[in-house]
């Protein structure tokens, strides 16, 4: 589709709370990129972490809270992988039969991820201003199978000439991180981190850049603890400070 | 204890496992590799992963019909047909038929449904020999265990402590961790079982309802021995695993194997449709199918669960799920663990024994991508966590639904669609969080026994949006 | 029991999943010729360590006779077919003939403990797989090919079909299915120690598939 005049551009209650830089950085790229960013003060959240852990009317209350943001029909852009996934693939399921169900398939056939965003309708051009380093790059289980994306956020580190992305073993399995998951199962959560940061340790990176900070949230928060470990940062901020 | 404490217990006994930790990353990723190798072209794999999702779920809408069909033509060919609701009667139908027969030992080829019904252990009760004949099987029927895996039974053990295993029950023979040799050994000891049993019992891998034949698929010959040599053959299997037509085997034959063990075909395709006929000289005199329910046909009613029937049984979900490989096949307790376990076990045994299963679970997907037949596995999961904690009546007939309900878990849902349904409630809870971030604490819980505290951003998104001068319409 | 069986269909009829309509595509005809099949034959039964080899259509006997021997391999077992009849009349002297010509209860010790190998022909070979496929009948029975540790197969070079889909349809199994059908793919094996691959464990240990042309 050619590029639009202007977006939404949808927080997720995760960056809106503890990662608002990099939900900025977001924003930025696109405005920079000629297009106008809408974003609703009212929006709150997609109503994921209650859909897993199957309070759906719970799940639908807030996601339907959402419906009056977005009603213009522009794109939906989405900073997380696994937020997009949810209103492009699981709102259809929660919303089914509902009064509103057109107005939320409405919603979720005009959301994208970010990087998609970036690749697909922009086609950003980007020129690499920083200094050589390395950097490996995690793709959450929702960017890479629910919503497809991971070779978007590749092809954007692609076009940065200083950095070379290196490739951890088990690139695609999960960090542990699954939302409440890592609350509940909390021990096999740890195990799973564990594998993780142990790979990602592993190829000397520097940073490691994700679509998703819900997964950076967990892989970042135990390379903290563990006390080493490369540095983490949401691909939208990675990408701003890296063309700036 | 409840099944949520039971099932941490457990969980905390493989996670203290290292031995068993390695021996199942090890296993997961050699056979990961090997099927990916199976299907290096994408698109082919996704056109196989169609054919076998229609054939699979066009034979559950004709279900019963089928069933009639291939009990009839069963029936014409000589197998005597048996079908049995529960466990308990599926066991007593077999062990009438070997009493009838005077049966005292039975060679067992593979089967989970035969774990399902726990059969072994029911005829032994009664004075019958089983052996177990797949070294899988008959290894942790030594160590006196339950599989921990569907298809790859003693998956969990290296081959020193199979070794430890062989030496315990067979002093006579030296010891050894040689793979070569250990088989060899196991080969001799089941050759005389095979020889000389009463009977053999055997799953089936499809059922074709077009021409009243039974499938098996194996790699060790154990298969068709305990259908071959013994005077008779009884096979039990799950009312879901007809087809209608042999043109459906080979696509699923084909997917099945690859799947399963990254093999193009396994060594040996049995196709079974009658009994010794008067002028053959072997094969059982005598062949018996046991069609087992116990809960498939109550799942059946479920327009949406009813997709978990179309299983074939492959393991591929169990081999690519992230967390299986942390916790091993026994950490589940049930008969089937990962992926398939946590779909069906709920289903079977209700979820107020096995609903617990759905927290082990990060919906990664990794078991949907990989699934043959297409079967939605994290869909299907996220069901069943809805019904675990909804206590509204509806026309499912699972059982067991609320029994996960806490009041105190629903009570901080309610207040988060309070929260996060309100803006300026939201936005007013958010200005505490950022501008009060000092005080988070550096204790969260479970979170921070392996991560660090998360503390919140100086300003929210939604501030910095207005900041920067972002337009909100 | 009837009850057991009039319950479960009844549940099963209380409700109609939708059908699945993608229609059933399998297998599009890969155009193999005969030189193909037997290429993609030997290396899939190669891959496993099955031996193939290519013998004329009159010296296959001859070919048995000499490699036998060399492998000190003397209790043949064969059965009443045009194959054993075959073999029976050109064997060499220094072969010890059993034929399979009684119930498996009157000599069931002799068959597992003193036959080193097997003759038994083939219905058809299967191309991609790498598959013999056997139809066990009186002439020739089921424990054949599987008991003795060594089974020697003879395939047809002109029965050798693409795959098992193709087979099925050509020769119209659905109007009929024999007592057992077997595809047979490698000699035994099993994996289940340490995923390890070893072979020999219930089935032959070794397959020789002949190819006669």
Redesign the interface.
Known sequence: MPAPEKVYFFATCLIDLMYPRAGLAGMQLIKRAGVDVIFPQDQTCCGQPAFNSGYREEALAVARAQLACFKCDIPVVVPSGSCAGMIKHHWPELFEGEADEQQALDVAGRTYELTEFLVDVLDVRLSDLGTPTRIAIHTSCSARREMGVADRIQSLLAQLDKVEVLTQDREAECCGFGGTFAVKQADIAGAMVKDKTDALRATGAERVISQDCGCLMNIGGAFEHQGDGPATQHVAEFLLERTS | MNQTQEFHHRIDDALHNDQLRRNFRSAMSGVMARRADQFPDDDQLQALREQAQTVRANSLVRQPELLERLEQKLTANGIQVHWAESAEQANTIIHGILKGADARSVVKGKSMVSEETELNHYLEQRGIEVIESDLGEYIIQLAKEPPSHIVMPAVHKNRFEVAELFRKFHPDIPYTDDVDELTQTAREILRTRFANADAGVSGVNFAVAETGTLCLVENEGNGRLSTTAPRLHIAITGVEKVVEKLSDVPPLLEILTKSATGQPITTYFNMISRPRQPDELDGPEAVHLVLLDNGRSRIRVDEELLDTLRCIRCGACINHCPVYVQLGGHAYGTVYPGPIGIALEPQRLGLDKAGTLTSACTMCGACGEVCPVKIPLPKLINRLRAEAVNKRRTTTPLTGRGSLRKPSEATIWKLWQQLNSHPRLYRLFTLAATRLRGLTPGKLGAWTRYRSAPKPGSRSLHELARQEGFSHE | ??E??D???E??????????S??????KALGWDREQCIASFSE?MQA?RGEVHRVGRNDWVDWINTEMASRHMSRALIGRSTIAERFAAGASDALELTC??????EW??TL?HEIDFSITGSLAGLA????LVLWP??SE???MS??PPLHIALLDADRLFE???QL??KEN??A?????????????????????L???????KQLITLILE
């Open positions: 029991m009837s057991a069986r319950r479960i269909l549940r099963l009829r209380a409700n109609r999943p939708h059908e699945v993608v229609p059933l595509v399998y297998q899939r496993v399979y010509d009684r119930k498996i209860e069931k010790d597992f991609e797989s790498g598959s009948d009186a029975p089921r424990l599987l008991v795959n098992f889909a099925i349809e199994w659905a009929g299915m024999p007592t057992n059908a077997l595809l047979i793919s490698g000699p035994s094996k099993t994996a289940d120690i340490e995923q390890t070893a072979y020999g464990i219930h089935g032959p």
